[in-house]
């Protein structure tokens, strides 16, 4: 299990500056990884307790019989509103530090944020991300891409990366469902293993990924051959974006066996190639179809891409 | 890890207004540059099938775009071979194509697309449609029974039996359709029955 949005390597570095080589048109994303990693070491540096390894334990056999029964782990995660403003407030601290022209747009940022948990109490739930996602995006003038970006990599840091070597343990082999089998939520995108090509889909959120057969559609569950399909984009091998015509909804499905060609490392990143084929998404939306993971990345109204 | 100076100002070098922190977005850049190039938008769908050269009955994933096949696999999600396909196999891309002088694959001429009959006493095929096809076996098959059927052997014995036909089962059938097979020919009183794989 290994997600951009958690950990912070030369590893992931290399696979940004591989992914600008395989797809055309996205540039290096490292800057502002680099930011957010950044603010995560200096808040660490200052508030030990908020990225505190939790040792949460689960017996094996209940583990086991939960992933059985396609019960989710962590169905209700959430975490203190107080830690989200204090890690905003490092992220846009390190935004603004060299370039005061984002202090505007960032102190909006936070304003928003700051009223939609003082509703809620001062609690952040996992459902709550794309809602606030909405509600920065129609009160800000910021970017959907990098609001979503960063509220996952918020409460993906707050809540899975202090139970990351818990998540380490999980076996997903027996997961039937349709969903993250660790915190429940819908997949945007997936990968085919590069030994033989079976479909795993990947959790945008913690980074669990789970086998899931080739011929079925993630969202509505159909196995009708002919409703699936799939577009590649400029015949890029790496990356197909995968719809089902039943239910209307895409998701990306990244080839590593197509991939072995850029690298001989092993693990390969879907959560950064996810973030470097954001405009596959937009291609996907301008083709009549809607994220079936429910978050809309980009929007649809920006500069025509199809013909 | 630290902020190297030049990578922020890579960051915020094109940022003017700053107002929609379109630099800072991870796409921002590349999302504007992917509208300006033109993209081509190929389709395919992905189709199940089973390898035909031998018993084993390996599963195939084809990718079908205009009604042509541009690539086959294994199919992982298959029990029988679980991705993986035998040289053999592998090649089934090539019952499609095959290579004309310079290695380019084009269509193969040779491969059958519709079915063939060739009369009793005829040199020659000729093309018929599936309809006709199986209201001539069922025909046959009816006739061929009908006018060998005994109902009691030499010594008087019942047997409701035709020795006139003979019935194959495959081994591309799961046990339980060749159950099924094996019923509706001892239904139609043949006794000449085998199977692919014994053969």
């Known amino acids: 299990m290994y997600n951009v949005f958690q950990v912070f390597q030369q590893k992931v570095l290399d696979e940004d500056k591989r992914c600008c080589e395989v797809y055309p048109g996205s540039k290096n994303l490292d800057t502002l990884l680099l930011v957010f990693s950044q603010a995560k070491e200096t808040l660490k540096e200052q508030n030990e307790d908020i990225f505190k390894r939790i040792d949460y334990k689960l017996p094996s056999e209940e583990l086991q019989e939960k992933i059985r029964?396609?019960?989710?782990?962590?169905?209700?995660a959430d975490v203190e509103g107080k830690h989200v403003k204090i890690f905003l407030a490092a992220i846009c601290d390190e935004l603004v530090k060299n370039n005061k022209d984002f202090e505007k747009p960032l102190e909006h940022l936070q304003a928003s944020v700051e009223d939609f948990l003082a509703e809620k109490n001062?609690?952040?739930?996992?459902?709550q991300i794309p809602v606030l996602v909405e509600k920065i995006v129609e009160e800000t003038l910021l970017e959907r891409d990098f609001v979503t970006l960063l509220l996952i990599f918020i409460f993906s840091s707050l809540y899975y990366g202090p139970r990351e070597d818990f998540l380490e343990e999980v076996d997903t082999t027996l997961w039937k469902g349709n969903t993250c089998p660790v915190c429940g939520e819908t997949p945007h995108y997936g990968f085919l293993r590069g030994e033989d090509r079976a479909r795993f889909m990947e959790c945008w959120l913690c980074g669990t990924s789970w086998r899931y057969p080739r011929m079925k559609c993630p969202y509505c569950e159909t196995e009708e051959q002919h409703e699936m399909g799939y577009f590649t984009v400029d015949e890029n091998k790496v990356c197909r974006v995968q719809f089902c015509q039943e239910c209307k909804k895409y998701w990306k499905i990244f080839n590593w066996d197509a991939y072995k060609k850029y690298t001989e490392e092993e693990d390969a990143l879907a959560s950064m190639h996810h973030l470097h084929t954001l405009h596959f998404d937009k291609l996907a939306l301008k083709e009549g179809f809607s994220p079936g993971s429910g978050l809309k990345w980009v929007e649809e109204k920006d500069n025509g891409l199809v013909n | 890890m630290k902020l190297s100076r030049r990578g922020f100002l890579k960051l915020t070098g094109t940022a003017t207004a700053a107002a929609t922190l379109t630099s800072l977005s991870l796409q921002g850049d590349s999302v504007v540059e992917a509208s300006s190039y033109p993209v081509r938008l190929s389709y395919a769908k992905e189709v199940t099938s089973i390898c035909t050269f031998c018993g084993v009955g390996c599963s195939i994933l084809y990718h079908?775009?205009?009604?042509?096949?541009i690539n086959a696999e294994g199919d992982p999600d298959s029990p029988v071979n679980e991705g993986a396909l035998c040289p053999k196999g592998g090649s089934i891309y090539n019952l499609s194509y095959m290579y004309e002088e310079k290695g380019k694959p084009v269509r193969n001429p040779n491969r059958l697309t519709k079915p063939l009959y060739r009369a009793p006493g005829s040199d020659k095929w000729e093309e018929k449609s599936?309809?006709?096809m199986m209201e001539t076996i069922v025909k046959r098959i009816k006739d061929t029974r009908d006018s060998n059927f005994e109902t009691v052997d030499k010594n008087g014995v019942t047997v409701n039996r035709t020795t006139a036909l003979a019935w194959l089962g495959s081994s591309y059938c799961t046990n339980e359709e060749n159950y099924i097979f094996h019923k509706m020919a001892r239904a139609m009183?043949?006794?000449n029955i085998d199977h692919c794989a014994r053969l």
């Open chain 2, 64 to 69: 079908v775009r205009d009604g042509v096949i």
């Open chain 1, 122 to 127: 001062d609690n952040f739930s996992q459902s």
């Open chain 1, 69 to 76: 029964n396609s019960e989710v782990i962590f169905p209700d």
């Open chain 2, 130 to 132: 599936w309809d006709w």
């Open chain 2, 189 to 191: 009183g043949i006794i």
